[in-house]
């Protein structure tokens, strides 16, 4: 069992709708992630949030927007996206020191349509 | 783009064999991680061996780690049908600091477990 929760656990939005992903835990860690996967891929990192400070954006398009509102909450808002978005949406989170553990989520399955 | 390669990509063997699982990599590394993923699910941690590491063990499992060789084997021994999954090997770069922590995860293996 994962004690990082995501929310919703599935997701069906139109190109033009506005929503949002959401993930929480309370393990203390200082360290937020998201990640994208496609099926039959591997995980591909998006964001890192460190002490709720944006610390890595590996070029992702502005139509997905992360957020951390505190130590404990990771939102990812998402606007005009396209089908090729549609992917399963990892939160992951972790201390933020070299070598530690990163614990994820369950996942939030996206569908664009 | 991906760090790790498994090795191989799928492997179906019989409830109570051990499955062995490999996994290459290019760079330097501070650490390996292996993950398990079920069908449709999130990201479950397995094990974690450092780079000054050679050996771990976790129950059933037992990771090597050959810096020189860079690559790394998960064991998984007296299979179950219940470990029927996507394995995958993730590594952490060297020169990452504090909250960097970028896990480049490789392509995957499929362990089907026949009963």
């Known amino acids: 069992d994962t004690e990082v929760t995501q929310t919703p656990k599935h997701l069906v939005m139109g190109m033009t709708n506005k929503k949002s992903l959401k993930c929480e835990q309370h393990?203390?860690?200082?360290?937020m992630y998201w990640y994208k996967q496609k099926a039959k891929k591997p995980p591909e990192l998006m964001f890192v949030?460190?002490?709720?400070?944006?610390?890595i954006n590996e070029s992702v398009p502005s139509r997905f927007s992360p957020e951390c509102p505190n130590s404990s909450l990771l939102n990812l808002h998402l606007h005009a996206l396209q089908p090729e978005d549609s992917a399963l949406y990892l939160c992951a989170s972790s201390q933020p020191k070299r070598g530690n553990t990163i614990y994820f989520g369950e996942g939030s399955w996206l569908t664009v349509v | 783009s991906q760090q790790g390669e498994e090795d191989p990509q799928a492997l179906s063997i019989q409830e109570g064999e051990n499955a062995t699982m490999n996994c290459s990599y290019k760079?330097?590394?501070?650490?390996l991680q292996w993950y398990r993923q079920n069908s449709g699910r999130g990201l479950v941690h397995l094990i974690l061996?450092?780079?000054?590491?050679r050996e771990k063990h976790s129950g059933r499992l037992r990771v090597t780690l050959d810096t020189s060789k860079k690559s790394s084997s998960l064991l998984i021994t007296a299979s179950r049908a219940a470990d029927t999954a996507s394995y995958f090997c993730a590594t952490a770069g060297p020169g990452v600091t504090g909250a960097n922590s970028k896990l480049t995860f490789g392509k995957g293996i499929t362990l089907s477990v026949r009963p």
């Open positions: 760079t330097s590394i501070n650490n």
């Open positions: 949030y460190s002490y709720e400070k944006l610390s």
């Open positions: 393990m203390g860690h200082r360290a």
């Open positions: 061996i450092r780079s000054n590491e």
